[in-house]
Every structure is written in C-alpha cells, then in structure tokens.
C-alpha cells in the first residue's frame, strides 16, 4: 500500500467521522427546536385556559351581580307593594272610622230630634191637659154660683144643693191643686206628685148625681 493510499484513507474516514458529527448536531439542533416548539405549545394551551378561565370567572361574577340586581329589584319591588298596601289598609281604616263617625252622628242626630218631638208631644199633651182643667174650673165656678142662686128654693132642695156646694168646692179645690202639680215637672215633663184623676172622677160624678137630684124636685 501507497503512502497516497493510506492518506486518502485516512481522509475517508474524517470525512465520515465529519458527516457523522454534522448529522449529531444537526439531530441536536432539530431535537432542540422540537423541544421549544412543544414547549411554545403548551405554553400556549395553558395561556388559552387560563383566559379561558378568566373569562368563566368574570362570566359567573357577572351572572351573580346580574342575580344579585335581580333580587334587589324583586326586593324593592315587594316593599313598594307592601307599603301602598299597608296605606291602601290606612286609608280603608280611616274611611271607615269617618263612616262609623258619621253614623254615629246621625243616629245621635235622630235620637235628640225624637227627643225633641217627645218633648213637644209631651208638652202640648200637658197644656191641652191643662186647658181642659182651667175650662172645669171656671165651669165649676159658674155651677157654684148657680147653686147658689137657687138654693133658696125649698129646703130639700137647699140640702142637696148645699151637698153639691160642698162637693163643687172640695172638687174646685183639688182641680185648682192638680193646676199647680204642673209647675213641677221632671226632665221629660212629667208631673213630680201624681195627679188625682180618679178622685176628681168620683168627686164630679157626686157633684152632677146631686145637682141632678136637686133640680128633679
């Protein structure tokens, strides 16, 4: 073997030696490269989630103000209602209680005014009642005065009229009585002390049974 032949062998194998080397680095440099570029990616991915996340967090927060305002207006809204309820209720109340004042007012209204007209049927009652008795009074004076006029007749006549006299003047008596008994009076204008009506009755009936009597003789 030449001294060409083994240099050019020698050369072969740096040559190959060389390519091998070169092809090392350049699988270096290419496993490099892939190992930066996952890397970008998942970087990426994550930086994708986390956006994502972000945005789910800012999605809930903003459906829960969203609920949050819902609820306030819900709120607001049932104490608006409650509280034209509540004046509605007031209001009622207070109508109400005019409409019983009222009521009340009438009825107190009607019942002076049948007081009133009691009063007043009483009233009259009592002065026609009193009429009536100044008309016996002076009609009995009157037969007293004719009885005695014609007293002197006969002398059974002259007892019963005297009778009679003294039964008118007894009668005269107790009627001019029972005209004072009106001057007192209670607060519905009834007399304080009864009124002798059935003994003014009797005594009448005597007094006209005896002038009866007196002018058949």
């Known amino acids: ?48 989630e986390r956006v994502a996340a972000e945005q789910e967090v800012a999605r ?11 609820e306030l207006d819900r709120q607001r809204e049932a104490q608006v209602i409650e ?10 109340q207070v109508i109400e209680a005019r409409n019983e004042e009222e009521q009340r007012r009438q009825e107190e209204a009607e019942r002076r005014e049948q007081a009133r007209l009691a009063e007043i049927e009483a009233a009259e009652a009592e002065e026609i009642e009193r009429r009536v008795k100044l008309a016996r009074i002076s009609s009995l004076e009157q037969q007293i005065t004719m009885i005695q006029a014609e007293a002197s007749r006969d002398e059974v006549a002259s007892a019963i009229l005297q009778e ?24 519905n204008g009834n007399t304080v002390n009864p009124l ?8 009448e009936a005597r007094k006209n049974e005896l002038v009866r009597q007196s002018q058949s003789q």
Do not use: P
């Open 1 to 48: 073997m030449t001294l060409f032949s083994i240099s050019e062998v020698h050369l072969l194998e740096w040559n190959e030696l060389g390519r091998s080397c070169l092809a090392l680095v350049l699988a270096l440099s290419l496993g490099s490269c892939s190992s930066r570029a996952a890397m970008e990616v998942d970087l990426a991915g994550q930086e994708t």
């Open 60 to 70: 809930i927060a903003q459906e829960q103000e969203r609920v949050r305002a819902l």
């Open 83 to 92: 509280r034209a309820r509540l004046q509605a209720e007031r209001d009622r």
């Open 164 to 187: 009679a006299i003294l039964v008118a003047e007894e009668l005269l008596q107790i009627l001019i009585a029972e005209q004072s008994k009106y001057e007192n009076t209670d607060s």
């Open 196 to 203: 002798s009506k059935d003994l003014i009755a009797e005594l």
